[in-house]
Nanobody
Framework: EVHLVESGGGSVQAGGSLRLSCAAS????????MGWFRQAPGEERVRVGT???????TYAYFVKGRFTISQDNNKNTLSLQMNSLKPEDTAMYYC?????????????WGPGTQVTVSS
């Protein structure tokens, strides 16, 4: 059974940094695509960014230049380094994966970790 578990969320002041991690387990083969999504209260869940098996990353415009996605294939972990955080980055952050392609409609989701940025 596939499991994705996020960690590293918390509260930080604007301008600060946080690093989220996602531990993946249960995959028969490494998924083609993993990514981070977020959902703020009263809003829809949106893509933050993805990384595929070739290591190619994509980012939403609102995090480009501030957030970095990386993966450690040996440890089956996905990370999200968040710098220059803004209050509007406050949201529940989710790790997600798809076995065959990158999409907003991912197959597997973690339970999420809360990030709160105060001004």
């Amino acid at each position: 059974e596939v499991h994705l578990v996020e960690s590293g969320g918390g509260s930080v002041q604007a301008g600060g940094s946080l690093r989220l991690s996602c531990a993946a387990s249960g995959f028969t083969n490494r998924p083609y695509c993993m990514g981070w999504f977020r959902q703020a209260p009263g809003e829809e869940r949106v893509r933050v960014g993805t990384i595929n098996k070739e290591g190619i990353t994509t980012y939403a415009y609102f995090v480009k230049g501030r957030f970095t996605i990386s993966q450690d294939n040996n440890k089956n972990t996905l990370s999200l380094q968040m710098n220059s955080l803004k209050p509007e980055d406050t949201a529940m952050y989710y790790c997600a994966a798809h076995r065959t392609y990158c999409t907003t409609d991912m197959e597997y989701w973690g339970p999420g970790t809360q990030v709160t940025v105060s001004s």
